[in-house]
Each structure stands twice: as structure tokens, then as C-alpha cells.
């Protein structure tokens, strides 16, 4: 390995994610990464893991269920939850999902040493496969409190060989130390930490290592090509992770959920700069959501523009009456539609500008309840982000004037306006479904767009290529 590494550090307490006052933080259970592979993995032995996990693993609480209101500080040591009601909850509740903001400590999930820290995780993925890869726990496995079962071992060795639990737990029942562990893991790959095997747990858990360094190597891929200017300053949106990092002097100062583009309409990678935040902004929706969408709608609810607080503009921007729209031919006539400012609008009553290619960017939104789900992929590209008042005032921090009361209040009024920042502050959409922060915990997301998948395949050809032209050129 290029250093000394230990997999997986116990997780830091979550002090200090931000929410708004009285929201719990909720984070994104994704879909499965993989089915299991239908012949388990060579099961190596207790020895061959702690040589692995090496015999350090620093000791530290599961993380907590429940996150704070306050903005990341500090990560002040807690006690998990009591073992008996982590491990027999029936169900996630809000503030057990909060799982991938929960496993964030202030450590970036993007910074200058990303790509290192990436390859020394190859590294000790590229080990443990090396040995045979981690044991795979039946379907049909069950786990009780306080009871032996019959694959309690499996599942502990499982945890042992990645950090998630320290070799000195190798043996026993279902106890708290081993849902302390599931936490752990659970935490870092955005599933609720319960503490309980459910299905997504388990499907996690049997995820090949061969397919975690499949998702190591796409990252490290993906950021070799980003080229991004990172500033004193700087705000980072990971797409399958679903939440928003405000950073500075290289530490997390705000964490945000986030709610972004769905499946057949990706939020695309992108690096940018913002330059404004608009306050009470219109939205001129997007020439393809007239035709796909509002069409459909005026055509069995004339009065739906106007309910939603919609005009029809010609490219001159006069008003239109909807009526002299003919909403059911095939093109439509040379217009755009234009919601206006208030609490109903799309965009909710704040816009953060990043000019770039693809005419994306961050913003408010009219459906705040979607924040709460833990599938957050419900736009049409742009980036919906949660308690965006609170971002807006830290981008303007170097702005004269422009503190969180300020623009509260200006919102008040009802009136358009367009704040230009002091100083442009550098913002990043990455792709990654795995990164390791500087506390050395790494961590792993669904491949929510199909990327990891597409670029390993592209990869494949490339190498194929290659490999042919070297062959024919020696031949």
C-alpha cells in the first residue's frame, strides 16, 4: 500500500449538520448497489481479517440517530442508542434515516487530496480481495438481541474485515457492540442506521469486494478529470450522495439535503462559479416542460396557468392570453411560459446563479416535503437544496450587508432582486458512488444514474482496443 492504512475509522458523532429549526436532517437509503453474487466469496479466516483491518482500529461511538440543528463544529463523542431499540425497530424512523449526512463528520467529501486518499482505499479494497474477498451472509440469515445465531460470525467477521468493528468483537451474539458495527456500516453506505439487518443492509453487505473497487477506481476516474479550483470557499454537490457541502479553510461549515435530477433526467457533473443569488426570482420553464408537460395540462385544465401564477410571452415578452394557444398541436407557437415570484413558485424564493453549459443551477423550492423522502431524485436537472436561506447568507458573508436577516427580509417584500457576491465562490457537481475523507472513512453510494456501470464498460473497450493495437503492431 502507498501508506498505512486503516479502514474505515470508527465514524464521527454528527454534530452539527445543519437543518432548519426544528427539522431532523433525513438522509437518501438508496437502491441496492448489486444483487449478491450467487456462489459466496472464499470465507478467510478471523487471522487473515484483523491482518487487514491491522490491530488499530481507533475506538469511537456508532453514530448518533439524531442530528443537530447548528451548523458542523466539532464532533463531540455520544453514546449509541441503547442496543435493545436499535436492533428491534420495526422500521426507519425520520431521524434514523439520516444516515448519509449522519456518517459526515467536517471533513470534506471532496478536496485537493481526494484522488490520493482514493488510491490508498484501492489499495486496501484491492487487499482484502487479494485474500479472497469478505464473506457472504445468507438471505435467509436471521439476527436476534441478545441471541446466538447460527451466522453471527459470518456477520461479525464481515464487519471486522472492513473496520466497521474491531477484532477483538470477532466472536459472540447479536449484542451491542455488533449493532454499534452495523451501524457503522450502515452509516457509510446511506442506509438508515437501525442497527437491524433489513434487506438493504444485507444486500449492501454482500456487495462483492470487486465491485467496491469497481466504484474506488470510477471515482478516482472521475475526479483525475475534473480540474477543479478549489477555493478558500467552496460549495460541493455529490450527486448519488444527494446532499450539499458548503466548505471552508478545508472543512464542512454547512451540510445540506438535497433533492436533484430523477433517472431519465440526470443532474449532469459540472464545475462552475457562483456569482448571484436572486431573491423572489421567476422561472421560465424550459421550452421541453411546455411542450411535454404544461400542454398536457391546459388541454384538460384551461385554468391551470393561472392557478399556478403562469403567463404565456411572446419572445418579446408580451402577454399572451392562454386561450389563443392551441395546446394540442404538435409544435407549438413561438412563446415560453413564465411563473412569477412567491411561495408558489418552482423555485422557491431563492436562486443561486452558476452559469455554465448546461443551464443548471441551485434553488429554492415549493414542495420542501420532498427533503424528507429517502429517495431525493425528483427534478428535471437542477439542484433543489434544503434550508437554501441559510446557504445564500454564507455565500454573501463577504458581501457587505447581505447577513441571514437581510435576506429574509428582502424576501418579505415580494420583490425581485439579484444579489452579485463580493468574491465568486467555486462550486463542484461530482459523481462519485465512493470517496474516503480525511478520517480515513470510506464511503459508498448507488450508482443512482448508471455512471459507474457505463464508465467501466467504456474502460473495458478502450483496454480491448489498446490491447489489439499493441498485438498488431507486434505481430
Not at 422500521?91 to 490508498?120: C, H, K, Y
Request: proline share 8%; hydrophobic share 45%; charged share 20%.
Amino acid at each position: 500500500m502507498k501508506r498505512s492504512l486503516v479502514l474505515m475509522c470508527a465514524l464521527l458523532a454528527p454534530a452539527g449538520i445543519e437543518a432548519a429549526p426544528g427539522q431532523v436532517i433525513s438522509g437518501a437509503p438508496l437502491a441496492p448497489l448489486v444483487t449478491p453474487a450467487p456462489a459466496p466469496a472464499p470465507q478467510p479466516s478471523p487471522a487473515a481479517a484483523a491482518k487487514v483491518t491491522s490491530p488499530a482500529i481507533p475506538s469511537a461511538p456508532a453514530p448518533a440517530d439524531k442530528a443537530a440543528a447548528a451548523p458542523v463544529t466539532a464532533a463531540p463523542q455520544t453514546r449509541a442508542a441503547p442496543a435493545k431499540a436499535a436492533a428491534t425497530a420495526p422500521a426507519a424512523t425520520p431521524e434514523s434515516r439520516s444516515a448519509a449526512l449522519l456518517a459526515q463528520s467536517g471533513e470534506p467529501t471532496f478536496d485537493a487530496g481526494s484522488a490520493q486518499r482514493l488510491a490508498d482505499a484501492i489499495d486496501a479494497y484491492s487487499t482484502i480481495a487479494k485474500l479472497g474477498g469478505w464473506p457472504q451472509i445468507p438471505v435467509e440469515a436471521k439476527f436476534a438481541l441478545g441471541s446466538a445465531g447460527e451466522h453471527d460470525a459470518t456477520l461479525r467477521l464481515r464487519l471486522v474485515m472492513t473496520g466497521d468493528l474491531a477484532s477483538s468483537e470477532a466472536k459472540g451474539p447479536y449484542n451491542a457492540a455488533l449493532v454499534s458495527g452495523v451501524k457503522r456500516f450502515q452509516a457509510r453506505h446511506g442506509l438508515a442506521t437501525t442497527g437491524a439487518i433489513g434487506p438493504r443492509t444485507l444486500t449492501a453487505l454482500n456487495v462483492p469486494v470487486e465491485k467496491r473497487i469497481q466504484q474506488l477506481e470510477a471515482s478516482l476516474q472521475r475526479i483525475a478529470t475534473i480540474g477543479f479550483h478549489f477555493g478558500q470557499r467552496y460549495v460541493v454537490v455529490n450527486l448519488p450522495a444527494a446532499f450539499a457541502e458548503a466548505v471552508e479553510n478545508d472543512k464542512v461549515v454547512r451540510r445540506y439535503r438535497v433533492v436533484l435530477g430523477k433517472a431519465d433526467k440526470p443532474s449532469p457533473t459540472v464545475t462552475s462559479e457562483i456569482s448571484n443569488i436572486n431573491l423572489n426570482p421567476t422561472w421560465t420553464v424550459p421550452a421541453s416542460i411546455t411542450k411535454n408537460e404544461i400542454a398536457a395540462h391546459m388541454r384538460k385544465d384551461p385554468t391551470y396557468l393561472s392557478r399556478l401564477h403562469m403567463q404565456v410571452l411572446d419572445f418579446k415578452e408580451n402577454v399572451l392570453d392562454p386561450a389563443s394557444v392551441d395546446w394540442a398541436a404538435e409544435k407549438l407557437p413561438n412563446i415560453f411560459v413564465r411563473q412569477e415570484p412567491g411561495s408558489w413558485n418552482a423555485l422557491g424564493q431563492v436562486k443561486i446563479d452558476m452559469p455554465n453549459a448546461y443551464a443548471v443551477y441551485m434553488h429554492d423550492t415549493n414542495q420542501k416535503n420532498l427533503f424528507s423522502e429517502d429517495d431525493r431524485f425528483d427534478s428535471h436537472g437542477c439542484v433543489r437544496v434544503d434550508n437554501v436561506r441559510d446557504l445564500a447568507a454564507w455565500l454573501l458573508q463577504e458581501t457587505p450587508n447581505w447577513e441571514r436577516a437581510k435576506i429574509d427580509e428582502a424576501i418579505a417584500t415580494g420583490q425581485r432582486q439579484s444579489l452579485k457576491l463580493e468574491k465568486k465562490v467555486p462550486v463542484a457537481w461530482i459523481y462519485l458512488t465512493a470517496w474516503m475523507t480525511r478520517d480515513q472513512i470510506v464511503q459508498f453510494r448507488s450508482d443512482v444514474y448508471d455512471q459507474d456501470a457505463q464508465l467501466v464498460e467504456a474502460t473495458s473497450e478502450e483496454k480491448a482496443f489498446f490491447d489489439q493495437a499493441v498485438k498488431s503492431r507486434t505481430n
